[in-house]
């Protein structure tokens, strides 16, 4: 078995087809991915249907995982992209499956893809680093899921089998270790809420602002020690603020001179 390979996770949020989650399972094993996970699932991920379509790939789906959130599923990972067929409010480069998915061989890794109706939100599309769209014809672009795992599942089984090209340039890397996307996490949420406190954030508008910083810090690609060096100034920031004193009001500031 590849251990690259066997390190990319296949996520589904909120799959609602068991015909569709066992054919996924049966083209994960067809192309060597092992680790399925599935997100607040819609149907029974064990049932006839799912194991019928699955054939000689049951083990895949006897060994998923079954999370409540997305976080969860995405404990342990280092990158993770997400599958969209739509724009995003924010900006970003929607990359083909065949650029972006080689950089999910290089540590534990997730590969996202939403829900059969209405794929991946925006909030849930917020979690990943990179995002894949799958070009298909005008005339009919929508994919079935398990099309779209099959047709990325295969990507990246090529992709691991592809020579290094003589005389390319490998990119910069950040030589410390990475960090992974739950700690990652964790720092998003005390950043948030320290904005809200301080009025830089308002609850209305902290959402779209999130997803700026998430877009900067995906692309400074930062490592543990980075990130704990950001979370220790965000509590120095809120132990600082806790140290001023109150403001007086006007009418409890001043003795009564009457």
């Not at 066992?22 to 994960?28: D, L």
């Not at 209405?118 to 298909?136: D, H, Q, T, W």
């Amino acid at each position: 078995m590849d251990e690259s390979l066997a390190r990319v996770r296949i996520i589904l949020v909120e799959p609602a087809g068991e015909l569709n989650i066992g054919s996924i399972a049966r083209v994960m094993k067809n192309m060597g991915l092992r680790q399925l996970v599935l997100v607040n699932p819609q149907c029974e991920h064990l049932g006839a249907q799912a194991r019928q379509m699955a054939v000689h790939a049951a083990d895949i789906l006897e060994t998923a995982i079954v999370v409540g959130t997305l976080p969860e599923a995405l404990t342990g990972c280092y990158r993770a992209i997400a599958t969209t067929a739509r724009e995003r409010s924010v900006a970003t480069t929607l990359e083909h499956p065949r650029d972006a998915l080689p950089w999910l061989l290089e540590t534990p890794s997730a590969l996202i893809f939403g829900p059969e109706d209405r794929g991946l939100s925006n909030a849930e599309l917020n979690y990943a680093g990179r995002f894949v769209r799958i070009p298909s014809s005008p005339a009919y672009p929508s994919l079935n899921l398990a099309e779209s795992v099959a047709i990325c599942s295969y990507e990246l089984s090529q992709a691991k089998k592809q020579p290094v090209t003589p005389g390319v340039i490998p990119p910069i890397t950040n030589p410390n270790p990475p960090v992974s996307l739950d700690i990652l996490e964790g720092y998003y949420q005390q950043l948030e809420a320290l904005l809200l406190d301080i009025g830089y954030l308002y609850p209305h508008t902290a959402a779209s602002r999130m997803e700026k910083f998430r877009r900067l810090y995906n692309r400074a690609g930062l490592s543990a020690d980075e990130v704990a060096m950001l979370r220790g100034i965000l509590s120095q920031v809120r132990w600082a603020l806790s140290q001023i004193p109150p403001i007086p009001s006007p009418t409890t500031g001043h003795p009564d001179t009457r």
